[in-house]
């Protein structure tokens, strides 16, 4: 384990790129963001997407939750519960979305677990888990 008690830039870059993905459902952003061995627990089903096709099942089933969703922008509070062994590290970062379902504005909270694998020079998410903890329209 390393003195470091956050992700760097880098270790966030993936994290990034899955909520940009979430606001724009462009595919493009996905590139290079998962490891072939992802494990995902989402609040869509069938919930827990994992197996060499994983990553292709969970952006097409967020397409589908995504119906009726616009707008859509996280904010993300400093990480919890960081910690790292060699080319893994694992944090907790507590998230806001915003954004309209039907055109109602809303807001969700939850948190958002993350495993990450430093991959060549990058870091790749090898698994996430999502929880909603509040949600209310605005």
Not at 55 to 79: C, E, I, K, N, Q
């Amino acid at each position: 384990m390393t003195a470091s008690s956050a992700p760097d830039a880098a270790m966030m870059a993936p994290v990034h790129a899955i909520a940009s993905f979430m606001a724009t459902l462009d595919d493009a952003k996905l590139a290079q963001v998962f490891t072939d061995d992802i494990v995902i627990v989402e609040n869509f089903a069938p919930y827990v997407f994992r197996g060499a096709d994983a990553a292709l099942r969970w952006r097409d089933g967020f397409r589908g939750h995504a119906d009726g969703l616009s707008g859509l922008v996280a904010a993300f509070g400093p990480a919890r519960d960081f910690s790292r062994s060699g080319d893994t590290v694992y944090f907790v970062l507590p998230t806001v979305w915003t954004g309209k379902t039907n055109q109602k504005a809303f807001e969700e909270e939850g948190g958002w677990a993350f495993v990450l694998r430093r991959e060549g020079t990058g870091w790749r998410v090898a698994s996430y888990a999502w929880a909603v903890t509040a949600f209310r329209l605005v």
